[in-house]
């Protein structure tokens, strides 16, 4: 019996570190994949007008109170410049240089730190093919349905209308209290939950910072007051500060 016990004891131990070595096995996998897919987003994000720099990596954190920056490795050796945009997945814009730029690190402010801002615009999302499907019946009548194919499958992704008229203008910053919005939307714009937010690029006849069409966030809340001139925007961004690895400098656009 104490052969036995010692046998079962040692094909459990072997089974246990086969099941870590698979489980160790699957996640290399799955990190090796969610990489890919971000590789691959950033490349097929690539915009003919627009020059960027080496695939960068964000190497390390800038701690501070109310400040949220980063370092990523790349550098003026690559044509990195202070106050250029920085970008991840489709042009989706994180941050800019900024004074602290080396010839192999540059220093990035995010959008969520309190001395960020950037002009931009809001704009509804792009209607989707199939969104009001029409049907006829078997007496000829038409019938208009909700429902797509993407949307059942859950595999709906919206995007900005870049042709539709704007629904507001005006400049994202965060505020004292910690909340990224837009600031000096004007009561009678048309901005709701679900728009999208995206850089201007210009103000009037003056050219702004960033290209325009750079995606910043969507709309989180729209609310406003008889007292207020301008409408309360809190915009959710599109990337998340914790998730930032793999990032790009538009040197040129």
């Known amino acids: 019996e104490r052969i036995e016990g010692a046998l079962d004891a040692s094909e459990k131990k072997e089974l246990e570190a086969r099941a870590l070595e698979y489980e160790e096995g699957a996640a290399e996998a799955a990190r090796l994949r969610d990489e890919n897919e971000r590789l691959r987003e950033l490349l097929d994000g690539e915009r003919s007008?627009?020059?960027?720099?080496?695939?960068?990596?964000?190497?390390?954190?800038?701690?501070?109170?109310?400040?949220?920056?980063?370092?990523?490795?790349?550098?003026?050796?690559?044509?990195?410049?202070?106050?250029?945009?920085?970008?991840?997945?489709?042009?989706?814009?994180?941050?800019?240089?900024?004074?602290?730029?080396?010839?192999?690190?540059?220093?990035?402010?995010?959008?969520?730190?309190?001395?960020?801002?950037?002009?931009?615009r809001i704009l509804p999302p792009k209607a989707q093919q199939g969104e009001t499907n029409e049907e006829v019946t078997t007496s000829g009548e038409t019938t208009s349905g909700e429902s797509t194919a993407d949307e059942a499958s859950g595999t709906s992704e919206r995007e900005p209308d870049f042709g539709a008229n704007s629904h507001g203008e005006g400049l994202l910053r965060t505020s004292w209290e910690g909340y990224l919005g837009v600031d000096y939307v004007d009561l009678n714009a048309d901005a709701e939950q679900g728009d999208f937010v995206v850089t201007s690029g210009r103000a009037g006849g003056r050219e702004l910072l960033f290209p325009p069409g750079l995606l910043l966030g969507s709309v989180e809340s729209v609310s406003s007051q008889d007292i207020n001139q301008y409408k309360n925007i809190v915009v959710a961004p599109a990337a998340e500060a914790d998730d930032l690895q793999d990032v790009r400098v538009l040197v040129d656009w």
């Open 49 to 120: 007008s627009f020059t960027y720099s080496p695939l960068a990596r964000v190497v390390a954190p800038v701690g501070g109170q109310l400040t949220e920056r980063v370092v990523i490795n790349v550098g003026s050796d690559d044509g990195v410049k202070p106050e250029q945009p920085v970008v991840v997945g489709n042009n989706t814009l994180i941050g800019r240089t900024t004074e602290r730029v080396t010839p192999n690190t540059a220093e990035v402010l995010l959008i969520t730190d309190q001395n960020f801002a950037a002009g931009v």
